[in-house]
């Protein structure tokens, strides 16, 4: 028989540099690209007035204010909501070490969605003004992490076979209640923004959402990236890292309210986006490998900018209409995840 060889891994700091790049240019053709026909050349001069402070005339304002106010924020928060998914993707299938796992495995999403329609369908919260849908979809999420955590508990700490069962039955048990407040509800437009909301949607995106969300991410990934031998170690099974000195019980239990506290974040300004968490993580293990150190590094520029073109392809192929951002990420990324877990011989969640 032929000896297998192991495929050839690209290193992870010039991917991630490359990616970034990418993203830079990315971000620019994101606010580019629209319904509203604006030119390259008024949207690189709207940008610097916007970076700069200078001003801008009376004529253009329409162009500046689709320019700096509804699309910038939207791609932004579009790569701050990938790079959150792909990094809690990466989290989620070490603590359960199931390769199937995403951000949304825990019912953290579903719960999410409980609040965010009591808002759409029943007006709750309507004191909050803008801020009502955020809040509410951010709260329900920590009560659903916060049952998902007391029923899948037991004496020897978090394991993963309990999280996954908790989590998805719990993750029904919500889906059921959603379900029952769509129907319950008037139809019209009220609908319609919650399918909208439940396949995914950065249309809300403004710029006093963005701070939250970064600043959450960004210390996930920080946490994580600071985790990641612990990651490696717990990936090789519980004894193994309890004999490296890991304590799995404890890490499991770190890992899951960070999760949930990025994935409850994201999903509270963007809405349940699908696929994203399962399929980054996956194609990054394939490029560089599957240490932890590695995959953190390239895995949130990868997924920023997947979601920054996919909400861009939402925009633009139905316009002046909008398809859920969660529909575009699953329409082109399946076929593409099926495509290179073919090529990728079975090495997408194994050795390094």
Avoid: C, K
């Avoid at 960004?218 to 000195?245: F, K, N, P, Q, V």
């Avoid at 399929?279 to 599957?290: F, Q």
């Amino acid at each position: 028989m032929p000896r297998r060889t192991a495929p050839r891994r690209i290193p992870a700091l010039p991917l991630a540099l490359a990616l970034a790049l990418l993203l830079l240019l990315s971000l620019v053709g994101g606010v580019g690209l629209g319904a509203a026909g604006v030119g390259w050349g008024e949207v690189a001069r709207f940008l610097w007035a916007g970076l700069t402070g200078g001003t801008v005339h009376a004529p253009d304002a329409a162009s500046y204010t689709i320019v700096w106010e509804i699309r910038l924020p939207r791609v932004l928060l579009g790569a701050v909501v990938g790079a959150g998914l792909a990094t809690v993707g990466v989290a989620v299938q070490a603590m359960v070490r199931n390769a199937l796992a995403d951000p949304f495995v825990l019912g953290i999403s579903s719960g999410a969605a409980v609040g965010a329609n009591a808002v759409i369908l029943l007006g709750a919260f309507a004191g909050l003004g803008v801020w009502a849908l955020s809040v509410s979809a951010f709260a329900s999420a920590l009560a659903a992490m916060a049952l998902v955590y007391a029923v899948a508990r037991s004496p020897h700490g978090l394991t993963p076979l309990r999280l996954v069962l908790t989590g998805t039955a719990l993750a029904y048990g919500f889906e059921a209640v959603t379900t029952v407040m769509v129907f319950g509800a008037a139809r019209g437009e009220a609908a319609r923004s919650a399918m909208m909301w439940l396949l995914g949607s950065l249309g809300g995106a403004t710029w006093a959402r963005l701070p939250a969300a970064a600043v959450t991410v960004a210390a996930g990934w920080a946490w994580l990236h600071r985790r990641a031998g612990a990651l490696d170690a717990l990936a090789l099974g519980d004894e193994t890292a309890s004999a490296l000195g890991v304590r799995p019980a404890r890490l499991r239990r770190e890992l899951f309210l960070v999760t949930a506290a990025v994935t409850g974040t994201v999903v509270a300004v963007s809405g349940a986006i699908g696929f994203v968490g399962l399929m980054v993580p996956h194609v990054v293990r394939m490029l560089v490998g599957a240490g932890h150190r590695r995959v953190l590094t390239v895995a949130p520029p990868a997924g920023a900018v997947l979601l920054v073109w996919a909400d861009t392809l939402s925009r633009l192929l139905f316009a002046p209409a909008e398809l859920p951002v969660g529909v575009v990420t699953a329409v082109v990324g399946v076929p593409a995840f099926l495509l290179l877990m073919r090529r990728g011989g079975g090495h997408a969640f194994g050795g390094r």
